[in-house]
C-alpha cells in the first residue's frame, strides 16, 4: 500500500507552475523533489533484475550488533527502514536530510519510531564521537564540499565506529544517457558526473584519507524495462536540462521509447552501484 506516495502529476503541470510565485514555487519545489525520488526508486523496484534489492542489500550489509547511535544523511523518503525492521531499545536512530520536505515526510511515515531532523552533512549538529554508525546511501556526491563533508563525518564518528556509503560506477545507467542524446544531442542528465566527484573508482582513494580501512561490495544489477511511462519519469526526474528540451516535445518522445520498445521487447540498462565499509 503505497498511499504516502505523491500523486502522479503530469509534466506539462510541473512545467507550467514555473510561472508561480516565489512562494508557491518553493512548495512545488519540494513537493517535486519527493517525487522525483518516488519516480526513481518506482524504476528500480519494477524492472531489477536482482530481486533481493537495493535498500534489503544495503541494510543486509549493516552490521547491527554495534549499533547504538545511528545518523543517516541523506534519508531521502526513509525507504531503507520501511520494510526493514530492527529492534530499536536502547538504540537512538536519527534519519536525516537536507530537505526539510523529505524530512516532513519521513516522520510522517516513521517518526514514531526515529528522530527525525533536517541535517547538512558539512556541518552535523552533533558533538564530537556522538555515533558508533553513520549511512551516505547516494549521497556524498552531492556535497558542494567532500572533504568538508567527510571531516565531519570523522569528527561525529567514534574511533571504532563505521561508515558505510554507497555510490555509483562509470557504467551505471549508462544506455540512458545514450537513448536521450540520440533523439537530442543537446540533452544532459546531468551537469557533472556524479562518479567522478565520488564514485566506485575512486571512492577507496577518497576514503583513505580519513579511515585506515575501507572494503568495497558490489550489489550486481541491470534493468529491463518494458514500459515507456516509467522510463520517461524517470528521465524527466533527472538534475540536467531535459526538461526545457523534452518537455515541447514530449509526444514526440514518448513515440520515439515506443519504437524502441516495440523494436526490441525490452530496453536493458547496466547497474553499476555499490557499497563502501570504512573504519578507522
Known amino acids: 500500500k503505497r498511499a504516502s506516495q505523491a500523486p502522479d502529476l503530469s509534466w506539462n503541470m510541473i512545467l507550467s507552475l514555473v510561472q508561480l510565485s516565489n ?16 519516480d526513481r526508486i518506482c524504476l528500480h523496484e519494477k524492472y531489477s533484475t536482482n530481486k533481493q534489492g537495493w535498500f534489503n542489500w544495503l541494510f543486509e550489509k549493516i552490521d547491527f550488533s554495534k549499533v547504538n547511535r545511528l545518523l543517516e544523511l541523506g534519508c531521502g523518503n526513509g525507504k531503507l527502514w520501511q520494510e526493514n525492521k530492527i529492534d530499536l531499545r536502547n538504540r537512538e536512530i536519527f534519519l536525516s536530510d ?10 510522517n511515515k516513521l517518526g514514531s519510531n526515529f528522530n527525525c531532523i533536517v541535517v547538512n552533512a558539512e556541518k ?15 549521497v556524498l556526491f552531492y556535497l558542494n564540499d567532500l572533504n568538508l563533508g567527510l571531516k565531519e563525518i570523522d569528527r561525529v564518528l567514534r574511533p571504532n565506529g563505521i561508515f558505510y556509503c554507497s555510490t555509483y560506477g562509470k557504467e ?15 540533452i544532459n542528465l546531468s551537469n557533472h558526473s556524479l562518479y567522478d566527484i565520488f564514485g566506485l ?10 579511515f585506515s580501512s575501507v572494503h568495497r561490495f558490489d550489489y550486481q544489477d541491470s534493468l529491463e ?3 515507456s511511462k516509467p522510463l520517461i519519469d524517470y528521465i524527466m526526474s533527472c538534475h540536467g536540462n531535459q526538461n526545457e528540451i523534452l518537455g515541447p516535445r514530449l509526444n514526440e518522445f514518448k513515440e520515439y521509447i ?5 523494436n526490441n521487447g525490452k530496453i536493458v540498462i547496466s547497474k553499476q552501484a555499490g557499497m563502501f565499509k570504512a573504519h578507522h
Open 98 to 107: 537536507i530537505s526539510d520536505g523529505m524530512v516532513d515526510e519521513v516522520r
Open 201 to 210: 573508482e575512486n571512492g577507496e582513494n577518497i576514503l583513505k584519507n580519513y
Open 172 to 186: 551505471h545507467m549508462k544506455e540512458i544517457t545514450e537513448i536521450v542524446q540520440n533523439f537530442d544531442s543537446r
Open 23 to 38: 512562494e508557491e514555487t518553493n512548495i512545488i519545489e519540494q513537493y517535486k523533489n519527493a517525487k522525483n525520488l518516488n
Open 124 to 138: 552535523i549538529p552533533f558533538k564530537d564521537a556522538y555515533f558508533d554508525t553513520i549511512i551516505a546511501n547516494h
Open 225 to 227: 524495462i518494458t514500459e
Open 258 to 262: 515506443e519504437e524502441l520498445l516495440k
